[in-house]
Antibody
Framework: EVQLVESGGGLVQPGGSLRLSCVVS????????MDWVRQAPGKGLEWVGR??????????AYAASVKGRFTISRDESKNSLYLQMNSLKTEDTAVYYC??????????WGQGTLVTVSS | QSALTQPPSASGSPGQSVTISCTGT?????????VSWYQQHPGKAPKLMIS???KRPSGVPDRFSGAKSGNTASLTVSGLQPEDEADYYC??????????FGTGTKVTVL
């Protein structure tokens, strides 16, 4: 059974940093592209970024709204995906989901972790 | 990259059909056959319903179907059931390692 479990959310002050984790199971992690998607309270989904798989050297890509502030990484030995978020702004407040990418679709999602940026 | 445009709401009675549109540009929806649709119930994670414009993943009822014409994609839910009441989002590959979601549509089963 495929499972994705996020953690690391919480309350952080503007300008602060936070690292989210996503532990996966039920599939070969190194074979898969992985994405982060966020959803501000009461709002729609927003693509944050993605990392490719082992065959394509784990390259990353980001939405313009987070480029230069957020970094996606992965640890194959821990079956874990990470989202390092720096210089956080109030508009980064959202539920953050990790998701597995299969071709151009996200076929499995985690339950999400809430990040609140507030003073 | 601007969000794809969806109607804010759609509704239908049980057994009826509802169609949701998703309008983009030639740089996203119109340029690639990589449109997907997601269903999201309140407080839950999104669920993939359609991939690559019209492919239905295993376990998704065949009441759900997708199509595309030019820069507009659509999701049709036939034979509406109470459990279909949810928010629906489209998404498209937008080139150069970029993806975009739609604004979302709330479907109400009357």
């Amino acid at each position: 059974e495929v499972q994705l479990v996020e953690s690391g959310g919480g309350l952080v002050q503007p300008g602060g940093s936070l690292r989210l984790s996503c532990v996966v199971s039920g599939f070969t992690f190194s074979d898969q592209y992985m994405d982060w998607v966020r959803q501000a309270p009461g709002k729609g989904l927003e693509w944050v970024g993605r990392t490719t798989n082992k065959d394509t050297s784990y390259t990353t890509a980001y939405a313009a709204s987070v480029k230069g502030r957020f970094t996606i990484s992965r640890d194959e030995s821990k079956n874990s995906l990470y989202l390092q978020m720096n210089s956080l702004k109030t508009e980064d407040t959202a539920v953050y989901y990790c998701a597995r990418r299969n071709m151009a679709a996200l076929d499995y999602w985690g339950q999400g972790t809430l990040v609140t940026v507030s003073s | 990259q601007s969000a794809l445009t969806q109607p804010p709401s759609a509704s239908g009675s049980p057994g009826q059909s509802v169609t949701i549109s998703c309008t983009g540009t030639s740089s996203d929806v119109g340029g690639y056959n990589y449109v997907s649709w997601y269903q999201q119930h309140p407080g839950k994670a999104p669920k993939l319903m359609i991939s690559e414009v019209s492919k239905r993943p295993s376990g998704v009822p065949d009441r759900f179907s997708g199509a595309k014409s030019g820069n507009t994609a659509s999701l049709t839910v036939s034979g509406l059931q109470p459990e279909d009441e949810a928010d629906y989002y489209c998404s498209s590959f937008a080139g150069t390692n970029n993806y975009v979601f739609g604004t979302g549509t709330k479907v109400t089963v009357l």
